[in-house]
């Protein structure tokens, strides 16, 4: 049985649409994907098509001498081989500064680069033409020391030199001084969102010279600019629409096949999909930045902050990708949801030679915020507080002041969240006879039964941006239709907003439910033939194209009762939409939407902004930067085993607030899959490289949290509205992973009574060996 | 991947012709380790010949002997009862293994030939001595936290990363072969080969000789036996280090004693060293702490994996007090 519409509506007025907000009506592709039956983007056919694939650079830094295509052009079954100089347009892209070529043109900057494209009958077929490019390049030493790109030494990597951002933060007296000083130095690894589906897409020619590309991607738009750029094409022959995408995270924000495709379709009059493979996804999307972080914090005796200093390095690799934006959320966010009296921050954002780094989720503030989680614990232990004790001492609220001069203006339940994770029953410390060794750190291993084993409890809070900040005009555009198909009243929603597994085309029919109480609601493909919809990333869609699709409709339902105050003859104030049935607030029902609408169709597109962010000023860091502020508070329970070094993490708790939960259960979800991300960071994940080489580029190699790592969850969330958003929501996605990793390293710190000041934490970090 | 021709083999005596006869033939067991290698170029082969057709999955015992064909799977004999109670090591060290979808496909024969989990050896981009004999080992000075400290050398650091071989090398199994020059019987300790000079020879067997399975003597040391294996999350991951130890002791003296290490060596490591440290005395947490550094002795640590020479001695510590009951 399909479960995928909710049920049916009552009749009776008093009670609203089936499967509106605040109820968890089934996602509309539920079903399929959970039956393998979703069409992902590697999923894409199209009769005649060819297939493309990337020669790519083995070296994360060298000079092209030459590249000679003839030999691969001879093998049977090619199509086209191209180079940079096949490029039309302009081969230089980027996010937010255009600097990465489309193929390389005299020199690589890392491992991976794309280098030269080729279309053939078969992937074999390419890879063998593959083979037989030859490029001659000069091995160059590569740059891979953030602090070094940061401050001018080592070789400029590109024009302008290897500083990407520096961000300062003055807030308060620069020169003050406190009773109580802790500081630390920190480090975070580079981790990969990890998501299953990987970089894939289909380009199509068309007949008027332009392009039909079916893609994977978090953002339609920007795609398309930078695709039409590329291929010097004006934008409206650039189509792309929606694929099924198998996660996100933030890695793909930026560029993967989307040009090339386009590329070797309009150069071969052929359909060309290119689909990644693992090894090649590894080099293919951007990573998480990974960041060495210098704290100090001041304090009085009591543990009340006095001021904050801090220096955050962020290593954003060969590209600048979204690095200026990482760098602005880890400094503006960099002491954390705390009132802070005085702070001096600076943060770098660099270019290296080592893997691009851009967005993953919770990005600039998942670094900074194990920073400053390990100095709020290092400072509950210098003033002989408890570590929760001391993080509400100093808990930021509503009407606090952020270091950028910015007044938090909507809930800020620091204290109340910290609070929650508190107050959450512990779980048992003696387990029953025999014990279940899944349940002891080691997992499967059958590495103890006890022996060795001390549990730690650790507490952390985080705090996140929603939405884009530093005055950039965000906004979404959604269209909705309205009209009776079959003699049943039905609306449809459309976007570019990209569903990316997140759940937004279950949240767009909600609003539609309850805005026009209309059950039956189709969300049309996600395409550029609609405006913009903005970034899915940020935390931002439920608020920006909600508030988009919530604009459409409503005015859409003005539009609906004035065409009932004209066919019916009534006044258009005072009517309402109740399950499919116009009423009026005087004389109760009026009439069934079906027979005001007859043949009539509504049709409204709307574009929607939140309110207005601005510039940091470039000096003292100070301006409204953000639109709205989310906050998490973990607890995480661990067992370690202190003699061999292994960590079982036996409970994470979480308490959010979410102003308003349009979906429930999606809430839990982003809640317990950002933790798990979270907890990967804590204790597994890392891309590790070495000379700027990427060494476990693999799925074998590169370890996430299996069932058996991720534990139980209990979960408080808060409804505090947020007067300036739609429906009062916060954004949701990105906090519960900022919180988890600290929560969980100082839980073993606490088991452990060691510094740890690295995740993620290692056996050997454990061991001390 | 490179073209290459499919074989399947109805006998052992025409799997080993099909690979002998060709030097870039090899046999295809489930596939779980070979095809990886050949996706990522890391080897290649023109022909791979398919031995799953061939009767050698039987798990028997009898005469002081198990014996355990070379296609039987990691699964079936992981959960076997006569070696979950004659080698609890055995068990322990394939239920330890991979995942349950790999231990379903993957072959005992094809275990113990599975290569480094070396990052430079797996990626044809970078130089490696083991692919490309004389190329270099950038692993000596780059990321060598997965690498092996005992049975180094100048030309390889690569760590061997089978459970198995480690666990079976404890109770002294022999591997049973029929190749292009006859049948023979290779005790597991003689298999495989240290890297030294020529880091591309990974164990004895010559072009198309075929493992066709393995005899364990049963002893009382095996039976009483254990692996411990200390890995990055909990489960579906290779080991950090691992140790396989089996124990028989009269009274508290050990009377016999067989001990093996995972993840620090570039082969499957005995440590006849440690184990003469332990026999013939009482077992306590001294002797334990003796045999530890015995075993590491002459451990040659690099930049990220110093750790492994502690954590090692930690974990057989662990093992030994477990299974010797010391408290
Ligand atoms: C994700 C993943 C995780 C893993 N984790 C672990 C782990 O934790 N611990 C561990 O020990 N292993 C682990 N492995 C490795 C796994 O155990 C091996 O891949 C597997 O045992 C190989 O067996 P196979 O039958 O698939 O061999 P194949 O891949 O078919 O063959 C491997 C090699 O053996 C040769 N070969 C196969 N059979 C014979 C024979 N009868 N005679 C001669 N040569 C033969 C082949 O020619 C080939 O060179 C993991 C593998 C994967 C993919």
Redesign the interface.
Known sequence: MSKSAPVRTPTDLTSSVAGGIGASPQRPDGNLKVRGEFAYASDLWHEDMIWGATLRSPHPYARIRSIDITEALKVPGVYAVLTHSDVPGKNLYGLEHPDQPVLAVDVVRYQGEPVALVGADHPETARRAMERIAVDYEVLEPVVDMEDAAHGRGTPLHPGGNLVRHVPIRHGDQQVTAEVVVTGEYEVGMQDQAFLGPESGLAVPGEDGGIDLYVATQWLHVDQKQVAQALGLPLDKVRLTLSGVGGAFGGREDLSMQVHASLLALHTGKPVKMVYNRLESFYGHVHRHPAKLYYEHGADRDGRLVYVKCRIYLDGGAYASSTPAVVANAATLGVGPYDVPNATVDCWGVYTNNPPCGAMRGFGAVQAGFAYESQMDKLAAAVGLDPVEVRIRNAMHEGSLMPTGQVVDSAAPVAELLRRVKDKPLPPVNRTEPVDIREMPGGASNTTHGEGVVRGIGYAVGIKNVCFSEGYDDFSTARVRVQVIGGELSALAHTAACEVGQGLVTIMQQIVRTELGVERVTIAPMDTTIGNGGSTSASRQTYVTGGAVRSACQTVRGRLFELAARKLGVDAVGLSLHGGKLVSDLHGVLADLVDVLGDDVVDETVEWRHRATESLDPVTGQGNAHVQYGFAAHRAVVDVDVELGLVKVVELDCAQDVGKALNPEAVLGQIQGGSAQGLGLAVMEEIQTSGGKIRNPSFTDYLIPTVLDMPPMSIDVLELADPHAPYGIRGVGEPPTISSTPAIVAAIRAATGLALTRAPVRPEHITGT | ?K?FEYARANNPADAVRLVGDRPGATFIAGGTDLL?LM??GAQTHDRIVDVNGLALTDISHGNGFLRVGALARMADVGAHRAVREKFPVVS?AL??SASPQVRNMASIGGNLLQRT?C??F?????ACNKRIPGSGC?AID??N?GHAVLGVSDHCIAAHPSDLAVSLIAVDAVVLTNGPHGERRIPFGDFHLAPGDTPERENVLTHGELIVGLELPLTPAAAKS????????????FA?VSVAAALDLRGRTVNDVRLAFGGIATKPWRSTDAEAVLRGRALDTATIDAAGRAAVHGAIPRAHN??????VQ??L??VL??LGGVR
């Open positions: 991947m073209n990886n996706k990522d322990q239920l330890a989990r990052g430079y797996r990626d044809t981009g970078s950038p780059g990321e936290r254990q692996y411990l294996k200390l890995r990055d999350r909990a489960t579906f991951e950090v110093a750790f492994k020479i502690d954590l930690r974990a510590s662990r007090h477990e």
